[in-house]
């Protein structure tokens, strides 16, 4: 089927047996930015094939899987990575300019008023080593913020919960294993950062408020904002375009 694009042109979109949308083209589902050349690393790492492909069936099929030859996660209209990437991705690959005053509007946007200097290092999807074992492969932050004196670490979501039964014992759960990695380790890998800050992002907030109070305590802040929040934010650039994106996504996740 053919729709229009939150940019106003045409664009194909397949259709589950369950009615999810998904694009034909995953890049056509995410905010580029200046970001260049095309497409960046952080992306093709996400695009691999997907056991969903089977929700899409005869021309629907064919559609899902014509721009890349297979379907991946990141074209449906429910990827938390696609709405991840479209405001992080072209801000990490910002002028350091850019991103400094962007993590400044940020922090103070959750609380916390710090004075950047003239940069601040923004990265999505990278591993730490895992809390219970310190082996390599561990929890996969979603994107990280850091300033230098603060470290975010996010954790992304859209439609889905917070992950439970992780751990070598399967007792934890994805809150509780960030804790535990900025408490245990946070000090000594990081030795400049005074606070810890683990953000967690989705279409609504309020639902872990006391989980994140509780969760609180010296150098570690548990904190939860929106997408339409942090989106707002006047120092991105590309501001305008990521609420454009972020509406037309939520019209169609509704939809679905």
Known sequence: MTDNHWKGHPVDLARSVRGVRAFRD???????????????????QKIYQSRQAR??????????????????DLQSVHSEDAVTWSLFGPLSYA????????????????GIEEAIGTNA???LWRRIPHPDTL?????????????????????????????????????????DLRVQFCRERGATLYPGVERFVLLLVGQTSGAHQERCLSLTNGRIQVVEATWQELGALASNPWRDEFLSHLAWRESYSTAS
Do not use: C, M, N
């Not at 995953?26 to 093709?44: F, I, K, M």
């Not at 400094?100 to 922090?107: C, G, I, P």
């Not at 859209?158 to 014992?169: E, F, L, N, P, T």
């Open 26 to 44: 995953a890049w056509q589902g995410v905010v580029h930015g200046d970001v260049t050349p095309w497409p960046p690393p952080e992306l093709v």
């Open 95 to 110: 002028a350091p300019e850019i991103r400094a005053r962007f993590a400044s509007e940020l922090l103070g946007a959750i």
């Open 135 to 175: 082996v390599s492969g561990g929890p996969e932050i979603d994107f990280g913020i850091h300033t230098g004196r603060t470290l975010v670490l996010g954790e992304a979501k859209w439609r889905s919960g917070i992950g439970k039964s992780q751990g070598v014992d399967g007792s934890k759960d994805q809150i």
């Open 121 to 123: 290092h923004i990265w």
């Open 55 to 72: 929700a899409y069936v005869d021309e629907q099929h064919a559609l899902a899987t014509a721009a890349h030859g297979y379907y991946s």
